[in-house]
């Protein structure tokens, strides 16, 4: 009994420590100049919260599966807290998504013009604009949405973004502005939602 209390005891302080770190990322980008640099420090706060989440979740085989791909561990995480505390889809989520989903071509995968991850992300986007033709929940539009915003930061952190590129800053803006308008509702809930695990 006393060891259970020991390991329970462990595992709350690693948990906090984690988000701490989360915590401090997003202080770090919130705070950044530079489009890129300030994306990139979101998603890796982002990154440190979806994984810790994902982890406490993984304890039965098909949640085991399923989260071993990295971006279904971005949308399980936006799901459960969507679901369990109904945040709002604000205004300017909405306007920044808008102008994302025209983007003219589509945003995807460099590399990959006609393989799984262009073709996805072409869907992502039909998906996005049906929900927001039909008003429709947040998580309608936030989980399609979700996926574009993965490929760019993909696109971002295997170098396939270029800083001198306009419409290549412009997409990483409005995934910032996309990320910064949903990922802190996850964050600011995270502890109570671990306390109730």
Not at 95 to 122: E, K, L
Request: charged letters at 25%; a positive charge.
């Amino acid at each position: 009994m006393i060891e259970d209390k020991v390991k329970l005891k462990n595992v709350w302080e690693i948990d906090e420590f984690i988000i701490q770190r989360a915590e401090r990322w997003w202080k770090k980008a919130i705070q950044e100049k530079d489009p890129f640099d300030k994306f990139i420090a979101g998603w890796i706060s982002f990154n440190t919260i979806y994984n810790l989440i994902a982890r406490r979740r993984e304890h039965t085989v098909q949640n085991r599966n399923y989260l071993r791909k990295e971006y279904n561990r971005v949308r399980f995480t936006i799901e459960i807290f969507w679901t369990r505390y109904n945040f709002p889809i604000y205004k300017n989520l909405v306007n920044a998504i808008q102008v994302f989903v025209n983007f003219n071509p589509p945003i995807s995968y460099r590399d990959s013009p006609v393989g799984y991850n262009w073709i996805s992300t072409y869907s992502q986007i039909n998906s996005v604009q049906s929900a927001l033709k039909k008003n429709t929940n947040t998580l309608d539009i936030l989980i399609p949405m979700s996926k574009i915003i993965y490929a760019v930061r993909c696109n971002l952190f295997h170098g396939e973004k270029n800083e001198e590129n306009a419409r290549d800053i412009e997409v990483v803006k409005l995934s910032w502005i996309v990320m910064k308008n949903f990922y802190p509702n996850i964050l600011n809930q995270c502890r109570d939602f671990l306390s109730r695990e």
